[in-house]
């Protein structure tokens, strides 16, 4: 991204005073704002544009902020800031769970808020901080899996083999190229321990959710799709 591009934010906020006071404050700061009152027209707004964050009131009509995010993040990984009311904790935990990656109690500073779009934005355009198929999400860094919102407890050699997968989306990738990337080309067992770690990895996604994630394709290997 060339530094003469504006980073897109997506406002979200039925208080006509706050989303103002916001739009204002992030255009002084050279952002490209987006307002959208209504819950339900956010998450076409989010899904439909490509923001580089979106701030989110959780109270909102028609479909209230953590429902939006929860719907959001079944598709996107983009960095999402929650405000809440000073008495809303759940929602702030809940906010957390399901993938917000920050949150503001109103009142807030905006200086404070600004602080942290900047951080969130960076973090937003290093390398592909998450991967994402369906309502499965890992992140590579932190070396957590999600399913939903839902965590997913993986041992190394399995999460390494799901990412590996993840990273070669739609791609048939066979048992020796598994083996080699993920237990290294000084692992001198059989292939067979590819089959065994897809079983796990099924008893712990497929298995629990009721998907078909990884498939099979016979005689060449496995593919994620
Ligand atoms: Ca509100």
Redesign the pocket.
């Known amino acids: 991204m060339g530094t003469g591009t504006k980073k897109k934010i997506l406002i979200v906020?039925?208080?006509t005073q706050i989303s103002r006071f916001l739009q204002l404050e992030l255009e002084h700061e050279n952002y490209d704002c987006t307002v959208v009152a209504d819950g339900r027209e956010a998450l076409a707004v989010a899904l439909d544009g490509d923001f580089d964050l979106i701030v989110l009131?959780v109270?909102?009509p028609s479909l209230n902020g953590i429902e939006v995010l929860r719907r959001l993040r079944q598709e996107r990984q983009t960095p999402v800031i929650i405000l809440t009311a000073r008495d809303q904790v759940v929602d702030k935990v809940t906010g957390l769970d399901i993938g917000a990656d920050d949150y503001m109690t109103k009142p807030f500073a905006i200086e404070e808020l600004l602080a942290r779009i900047r951080l969130h934005t960076k973090r937003a355009a290093a390398p592909a901080a998450f991967l994402a198929v369906g309502k499965l999400a890992i992140n590579p860094e932190a070396r957590v899996a999600t399913y939903d919102g839902h965590p997913v407890d993986l041992t190394k050699k399995e999460f390494d083999l799901l990412e590996y997968l993840m990273r070669n989306r739609n791609i048939v990738v066979s048992r020796e190229k598994l083996l080699d990337a993920v237990w290294g080309f000084d692992f001198y067992g059989s292939t067979n321990v590819v089959d065994v770690y897809v079983r796990y990895l099924r008893s712990k996604i497929d298995d629990v959710y009721k998907i078909d994630l990884i498939e099979t394709v016979r005689g060449a290997g496995y593919v994620i799709r």
């Open positions: 906020e039925d208080e009131d109270m909102l």
